[in-house]
């Protein structure tokens, strides 16, 4: 399988691997477009830069230290907002390799960043968990991530999705990975259908609880874990109960669950 040759870079990248600060990707125009992917208006952010979006540049990272990202597989995310940020002041963005362990299906790997302009002194941080499939030599399997297993009960309904292809590839523009794109691609990978990034959902659900609530706070940590894949035709409802979340398809399948936490403005 080509994914084994593609992904062998990644095995020259051990834990400690910097990417170089860089100028972030996101303009007010993309984070329209991919806005309007979920069906949320341009209006919504005030101005603010969405966090959520900030995923796009560590697959960019990645891509520009010549590191493969078709075919990779995003298992988890977080996302420590500690303040705004505006989305026309500018940003950097830099990062690194935290793990990379083999498991059954390939290799795990967990990549931490952070966002910062030039005169702000609270960055974003981020940190993405990713499956390189296929990536030999393959051994026995890490210990788990932590991850809920029931379905969030009691829930608010915040908010409805329904995908298309046309949506979700226009969400990954910027950032590629034809698991996303291509559907030859994504059957040979086992996958009825392209699927759409995990970040989607996790922007869908954002703006749904800014709809909800009239705004997202200014400080909040957010988790996802991407229990299942979504295809790019799955109709999608997004669900709150106190600090947990979760993203349903119209089947039932729980594909997406995280906590959504407030944080306390700094003393």
Same mark, same amino acid.
């Given at each position: 399988?080509?994914?084994?040759?593609?992904?062998?870079?990644?095995?020259?990248?051990?834990?400690?691997?910097?990417?170089?600060?860089?100028?972030?990707?996101?303009?007010?125009?993309?984070?329209?477009?991919?806005?309007?992917?979920?069906?949320?208006?341009?209006?919504?952010?005030?101005?603010?830069?969405?966090?959520? @979006? @900030?995923?796009?540049?560590?697959?960019?990272?990645?891509?520009?230290?010549?590191?493969?990202?078709?075919?990779?597989?995003?298992?988890?995310?977080?996302?420590?907002?500690?303040?705004?940020?505006?989305?026309?002041?500018?940003?950097?963005?830099?990062?690194?390799?935290?793990?990379?362990?083999?498991?059954?299906?390939?290799?795990?790997?967990?990549?931490?960043?952070?966002?910062?302009?030039?005169?702000?002194?609270?960055?974003?941080?981020?940190?993405?968990?990713?499956?390189?499939?296929? @990536?030999?030599?393959?051994?026995?399997?890490?210990?788990?991530?932590?991850?809920?297993?029931?379905?969030?009960?009691?829930?608010?309904?915040?908010?409805?999705?329904?995908?298309?292809?046309?949506?979700?590839?226009?969400?990954?523009?910027?950032?590629?990975? @034809?698991?996303?794109?291509?559907?030859?691609?994504?059957?040979?990978?086992?996958?009825?259908?392209?699927?759409?990034?995990?970040?989607?959902?996790?922007?869908?659900?954002?703006?749904?609880?800014?709809?909800?609530?009239?705004?997202?706070?200014?400080?909040?940590?957010?988790?996802?874990?991407?229990?299942?894949?979504?295809?790019?035709?799955?109709?999608?409802?997004?669900?709150?109960?106190?600090?947990?979340?979760?993203?349903?398809?119209?089947?039932?399948?729980?594909?997406?669950?995280?906590?959504?936490?407030?944080?306390?403005?700094?003393?």
């Amino acid at each position: 399988m080509s994914d084994i040759s593609s992904f062998a870079g990644w095995l020259e990248r051990p834990p400690g691997t910097i990417f170089p600060q860089r100028t972030g990707s996101l303009t007010a125009a993309a984070q329209a477009r991919q806005h309007a992917a979920c069906d949320l208006p341009a209006s919504l952010s005030a101005g603010d830069l969405d966090p959520t @979006l @900030l995923g796009q540049d560590m697959v960019l990272m990645a891509s520009a230290a010549g590191l493969a990202v078709d075919g990779r597989v995003h298992l988890a995310h977080r996302i420590v907002q500690r303040a705004p940020l505006r989305i026309d002041a500018g940003y950097r963005i830099g990062g690194s390799i935290e793990r990379l362990v083999p498991v059954p299906r390939g290799h795990e790997v967990e990549i931490s960043a952070a966002a910062e302009p030039a005169l702000h002194a609270m960055p974003i941080m981020l940190a993405a968990t990713y499956l390189l499939p296929g @990536l030999a030599p393959s051994g026995p399997a890490a210990p788990a991530s932590e991850a809920s297993t029931a379905p969030v009960t009691a829930a608010t309904t915040l908010g409805r999705l329904d995908l298309t292809p046309e949506r979700v590839m226009s969400y990954s523009a910027d950032v590629g990975n @034809l698991l996303h794109f291509d559907p030859a691609f994504a059957a040979a990978r086992g996958f009825r259908a392209p699927i759409a990034q995990g970040l989607m959902l996790v922007t869908a659900f954002l703006g749904a609880l800014a709809r909800a609530r009239g705004a997202v706070p200014e400080r909040f940590e957010l988790t996802a874990r991407f229990r299942r894949p979504t295809f790019w035709d799955d109709r999608l409802e997004f669900h709150l109960d106190d600090e947990r979340w979760c993203c349903i398809a119209a089947d039932g399948r729980i594909l997406v669950d995280g906590k959504f936490s407030p944080a306390e403005a700094p003393s």
